[in-house]
């Protein structure tokens, strides 16, 4: 006997009970190999088990308390127990049924077990129950396997007792009673069967039947863990991941779950599996983890499936393969895993892994979300909410939203009190929408918290506060919500539930900024743009404009085409300017289309177009900006890109004027005044026409208009003289003044040279003069090393001045001579007392002074634009005046019609060009009326030619057949008539001017 314990790997112990327990798990475990060995095996694996069954009949002798029978005795006895005629053992004929069962003779086979369970064998009892159990040779019935592995049970038969067990613990075949299957359990947990002992532990962990007890049910794990029964070692190393019951200890249960593992237990290969993955109890292996995961999986548990999936998935312990993450979660999906069934959804709504089916998504997310699963859930609302794979349908979307946020899914929380606020799905409920943004803000969700702060912030479903309005949206920025992240910005800016802090500002719309929020980008460039809050940098203002108006924000545009236009913190640029001035235009930013009309008007980075200039300022004056008002009335009143139309020009002066606009309400008095010029120089045409319908012509009205037209004229062409002037002057200002620099010249009281500080905004510098020493320096202001280098800067571009070392002649050389040196030293100090007494006197003016400088240029640049739209209108009036027609040739040029008003002035003190520039027109008028009245009668036949070839005399025909008695001054009437016209126009432009 102690040959065969040692050869089967079963240890000698004193209690019989648990050897007969080995030699029966051993039996088991031979007669399966039996089935399946090689033919030259089969003879030993039978006489092993022939010696087991000797083993185990004597072994219950002992146990039956009987006296032990002599070798001979026994053999006789083993050979003849429970034997019929043929003297074969019970467990021989056992066997032989067994055998049949398993050849599918049930009828047989269960003969055989049923005769010797009659007899009263325990194992053929318990036999019996497994037949009737499973309806295998017998009817199934689960009354009479319970009386038979009952009867097997009462003999002390330890399987027929963990069978009780479980039949009175399911309620199988008996009335479930969780108490009577503690009793089995214990009967045969105390035989040493390592079934029952597991049961028995489920039993105390679960308090089934038995009070609670981990401890207890720890114990029973590890009895049973310890003879290697694999669910029990699986048990026990959950007790020892979740501490209950043993001290927590990841290790020993990586070790339970590793010998479960090894034995084929699915959970215990799954559970082993995610202690490698997150490196608990043992070092953390994701490619060991895949593996254990593989092995649970291809035995087809659900739960290894999705985890390899989701291994495949992120490529993690193996290679990455989304197809065959999809092929897993498949699997699983199919058997109900509810996370898989979601996981398949998203790879089908993304196309990752399969072929894109928005459909199948939706059904995969429906079956998880009828499991309960609170993503799944969420991902189906969002399917009904957008109609992908079903019809978009609100309602059920809510429903599903609601679903999950029961679960409390903040994401799904967060979207139902969208709902909830928009009244989409459900009835529009303020209060309902902020209930649910707090539950999910409460979690940390930033969006629930930006938008509980809206609510806040607007008293919508919440008291309005402020202050909370504030701490939410500072939560949710600190998460990095960007949308937070820029109205705590202007919390901030406005003093809203917070101190107003310039400098906090600044900070949340950078971070806003960098996040390419485009309203943040803008407002950051304002800062930047006015120094609030940030050290004032017009460069960082156009990069930040340019980041937002690249993104459409119409305002950055906006402010960006500024930067253009004044050349600040980019080069002037025209063209841009108005390329983004038309992109805000078109986006009905009002203040960018009058921009982009002064554009228009003005010829300025695009071809003038008077027709576009109107129609931007319209758009913009419709939206009741004063300016466009102001500049489209003034389009109107001087008929340029519309027909001049006093009505309208009035009517928009108007409109400019109720919003404040001083200057339209000069114009229009100026307007006005025109009106009145018009009616009054309307009277002589009317005075003329009626003599003439009487026969008589008055030459003196004709000689009259003449004079005004020819004063007008010459009043013209000084006035384009002036202008040109002027402009000149003002672009040569502007050039002196530069665009970027200010600089100053400081001559030092000790006489040791002079200095020229530069400052463009940006960056200093000086350059120094040392008249003593021919010494030219330059070097960047403001650096602290300056005065380090002061040694070694350039002396006539193309020497180096070092210590020690001094010029004579322009030459220099080293000096050996002590006295020099410290002659030069000397100097050296004195020149570095008079720079830094200068610099510091430089540095208290030039910001200031630069920016009156930057704001002086501002304005030249705006008056030359002026001056230069004066002057094009001027140029137009001139040239309607020449095409009259009548002109002596005397004043077909510009420049000669000059030299004419020169000699009408030439016993003035005044020089040419101040004569010209200072032209008085009543200085002028006595000597220009003496020479039309000498030249009248030459102009005036000079009129009747050029009226012969006149289109007019084809128009005035009709009229001169009625006027035969002035026949020889129709024609000049009607040229005196043109030039009325002319006169009325120009005259109202001096006026204006």
């Not at 202008?723 to 040791?752: H, P």
């Not at 010029?807 to 080293?814: D, E, Q, S, T, V």
């Amino acid at each position: 006997m102690e040959e065969l314990m040692k050869r089967l790997g079963i240890k000698p112990t004193q209690d019989v009970q648990e050897m007969v327990h080995q030699l029966e798990e051993k039996r088991d475990e031979y007669l399966q190999l039996l089935e399946t060995a090689e033919s030259e095996k089969k003879q030993q694996i039978e006489d092993d088990l022939r010696e087991m069954e000797k083993t185990i009949s004597y072994l219950g002798w002992m146990l039956k308390g009987q006296e032990q029978p002599s070798n001979i005795q026994q053999e006789e006895a083993l050979n003849n127990v429970g034997s019929e005629s043929d003297g074969v053992s019970r467990e021989t004929i056992l066997y032989e049924a067994i055998d049949l069962l398993k050849a599918t003779d049930y009828a047989e086979g269960a003969e055989q077990v049923q005769k010797l369970a009659e007899e009263g064998y325990d194992r053929a009892q318990n036999n019996m129950g497994i037949l009737y159990y499973g309806g295998k040779g017998m009817p199934q019935d689960y009354q009479k396997a319970a009386e038979w592995f009952e009867k097997a049970a009462e003999q002390g038969y330890a399987k027929a007792q963990y069978a009780m067990g479980k039949l009175c613990e399911d309620g199988t075949g008996v009335s479930q009673d969780y108490q009577k299957a503690i009793e089995w359990f214990e009967k045969a947990a105390n035989q040493g069967h390592a079934g029952a002992q597991n049961s028995l532990g489920i039993m105390y962990k679960n308090g089934a039947g038995v009070p609670q007890d981990n401890q207890k049910a720890a114990e029973w794990y590890e009895k049973a863990a310890e003879q290697g029964y694999a669910e029990a070692q699986n048990n026990l190393a959950v007790m020892y991941i979740d501490g209950t019951g043993v001290a927590q200890d990841y290790q020993k249960a990586a070790e339970w779950f590793e010998k479960a593992a090894e034995q084929g237990l699915v959970y215990a290969q799954n559970s082993l599996g995610i202690m490698y993955k997150n490196g608990a109890g043992v070092a953390q292996d994701y490619q060991k983890a895949a593996e254990w995961y593989e092995k649970a999986a291809e035995q087809g548990y659900a739960e290894a499936q999705y985890n390899l999936a989701a291994m495949y998935e992120e490529g993690t312990g193996v290679v990455q393969d989304n197809q065959k993450a999809a092929e897993w979660y498949e699997k699983a999906a199919e058997q109900g895993h509810a996370w898989a069934q979601n996981s398949l959804g998203i790879m089908y709504i993304n196309g990752t892994g399969v072929v894109q089916d928005n459909q199948k998504a939706t059904e995969w997310f429906e079956k998880a979300a009828v499991q309960g699963h609170a993503n799944a859930q969420y991902n189906l609302a969002i399917m009904y909410k957008e109609g992908r794979g079903v019809a978009q349908d609100n309602q059920k979307a809510a429903e599903w939203y609601e679903k999950a946020a029961e679960q409390g899914h903040a994401d799904a929380q967060n979207s139902l009190g969208v709902m909830y606020k928009n009244g989409a799905g459900v009835a529009q409920d303020y209060q309902k929408a902020a209930e649910w943004y707090e539950k999910a803000a409460e979690q940390g969700n930033k969006y629930a918290q930006h938008n509980l702060a809206v609510m806040y912030e607007k008293g919508k479903g919440v008291s309005q506060d402020n202050q909370k309005a504030a701490e939410w949206y500072e939560k949710a920025a600190k998460q990095g919500d960007v949308d937070a992240q820029y109205n705590l910005a202007v919390m901030y800016k406005e003093g809203r539930g917070v101190a107003q802090d310039n400098q906090k500002v600044a900070e949340w719309y950078e971070k806003a900024a960098k996040q390419g929020h485009a309203s943040a980008q803008n407002s950051l460039g304002i800062m930047y743009k006015n120094g609030t809050g940030v050290v004032q940098d017009n460069q960082k203002a156009a990069e930040w404009y340019e980041k937002s108006a690249e993104q459409g924000n119409k305002y950055a545009q906006h402010n960006l085409a500024v930067m253009y236009e004044k050349g600040k913190g980019v080069s002037q640029d025209y063209q841009k300017a108005a390329e983004w001035y038309e992109k805000a235009a078109e986006q009905g930013l009002a203040d960018a289309q009058n921009s982009l009309g002064i554009m228009y008007k003005n010829g300025t980075g695009v071809v003038q177009n008077n027709q576009k200039a109107a129609k931007w300022f319209e758009k913009s004056a419709k939206q009741g900006n004063k300016y466009a008002q102001y500049n489209l009335a003034v389009m109107y009143e001087e008929g340029r890109g519309v027909p001049q139309d006093n009505q309208k020009a009035t009517e928009w002066y108007q409109k400019a004027i109720k919003q404040g606009h001083e200057t339209s309400k000069k114009r229009l008095e100026k307007l006005q005044t025109k009106e009145n010029a018009i009616e009054s120089y309307q009277k002589p045409s009317v005075q003329y026409q009626k003599p003439a319908e009487q026969g008589v012509f008055s030459t003196e009205i004709n000689r009259g208009a003449l004079k005004i037209y020819l004063r007008n004229v010459l009043a013209m062409e000084c006035m384009i003289y002036k202008l040109t002037k002027q402009e000149k002057a003002l672009s040569d200002e502007i050039e002196k003044l530069g665009t970027n620099n200010y600089y100053r010249v400081f001559d030092d009281k000790e006489g040791y040279g002079k200095y020229v500080f530069y400052y463009n905004g940006k960056k200093n510098f000086v350059k120094a003069t040392k008249w003593g020493a021919c010494v030219d320096a330059c070097c960047h202001y403001g650096e602290s090393t300056f005065w380090l280098n002061i040694e070694e800067v350039k002396i006539n571009d193309d020497n180096t001045w070092y210590s020690g070392t001094y010029l004579i002649n322009n030459r220099p050389r080293f000096s050996s001579d002590v006295s020099e040196i410290i002659r030069f030293n000397k100097v050296k100090k004195a020149m570095k007392k008079a720079f830094l007494r200068c610099r510091e006197e430089f540095e208290k003016t030039a910001p200031v002074e630069y920016e009156k400088n930057c704001k002086r240029i501002s304005e030249l640049k705006q008056r030359r634009t002026k001056l230069r739209s004066d002057m094009t209108e001027a140029r137009r009036l001139l040239d309607k005046m020449y095409q009259v027609n009548i002109v002596p040739g005397l004043f077909r040029n510009n420049l000669s019609a000059i030299y004419y008003l020169h000699d009408l002035i030439t016993t003035s003190n005044l020089s040419f060009e101040m004569a010209v520039l200072n032209v008085n027109l009543e200085e002028i008028k006595t000597r220009l009326d003496k020479i039309i009245e000498q030249q009248h009668e030459i102009i005036i036949n000079q009129s009747r030619i050029i009226a012969q070839n006149d289109s007019l005399c084809q128009q005035n025909r009709e009229m001169l057949k009625n006027l035969e008695s002035i026949e020889r001054n129709t024609e000049i009437a009607a040229q005196y008539s043109k030039i009325t016209a002319t006169n009325t126009d120009t005259l109202v432009y001096l006026a204006c001017h």
